[in-house]
């Protein structure tokens, strides 16, 4: 089993819809959570990141994180064709290495 | 956020020779940065963990010998791709995380590598 999940999609969504995006993970002992947004032939781009469980807000994006259901989501509002990217989740046990999800492609469609 | 410039963006090569890539974190000083190889429509690839001042900490399946890490200062981190072969063409993406921080990594832009 993959230390973490995630559907690759590909999804697409009309303008203005709400978008959520998930991972799942069997590690119990992660305790940070972070969403990356990557553009095509570019780097990750930290969006959110989450110490242990709750919910964190940022603008038009939302970060949850259930440690009990080993299930953490982003939600991203308002959906502008601006943030058709790969989003990739990703998680880690203090000061250990990340472990990333395959990420999930996603298209605002204008 | 944070601020982690990698060179070169793009760079060709020919088969045999050695490539390097150099990661650096511009605003913060990084005790242990990462490098990743992407291939196309799939997640990053942990290759290995440097630490600045000690060697790399290799993956499993990883060659050390050719794919050489250098850590030499808190804000510096190169990755050398050494005899270069064309299966090495990937995206190569380095991370740095802040000293005593142990959340966010930030990742630099990459470095598409294509060797002929």
């Known amino acids: 089993q993959k230390e973490v999940e995630q559907d690759p999609g590909p999804l697409s969504v009309p303008e203005g819809a709400i978008v959520s995006l998930n991972c799942t993970y069997s590690n119990s002992a992660f305790q940070y959570f972070m969403w990356y947004r990557q553009y095509s032939r570019k780097g990750p781009e930290l969006l959110m990141y989450t110490y242990s469980s709750g919910n964190k807000e940022d603008g038009r994006f939302t970060a949850q994180v259930d440690k009990s259901s080993k299930y953490i989501s982003l939600f991203i509002r308002d959906s502008q064709p601006s943030d058709s990217a790969t989003y990739l989740c990703a998680m880690s046990e203090p000061g250990n290495q990340f472990y990333f999800g395959t990420g999930t492609s996603l298209t605002v469609i204008p | 956020g944070a601020v982690v410039s990698q060179h070169p963006s793009r760079v060709i090569c020919k088969s045999g020779t050695s490539v390097k890539i150099e990661c650096r974190s511009l605003d913060f000083q990084a005790t242990t940065m990462f490098w990743y190889r992407q291939f196309p429509k799939q997640s990053l690839m942990l290759m290995a963990t440097s630490n600045e001042g000690s060697k790399a900490t290799y993956e499993q399946g990883v060659e050390k010998d050719k794919f050489l890490i250098n850590h030499a200062s808190l804000t510096l981190s190169t990755l050398t791709v050494t005899s270069a072969h064309p299966e090495d063409s990937s995206f190569y993406i380095c991370?740095?995380?802040?000293?005593?921080?142990?959340?966010?990594?930030?990742f630099g832009q990459g470095t598409r590598l294509t060797v002929v």
């Open positions: 991370s740095a995380r802040f000293t005593g921080d142990v959340t966010e990594a930030f």
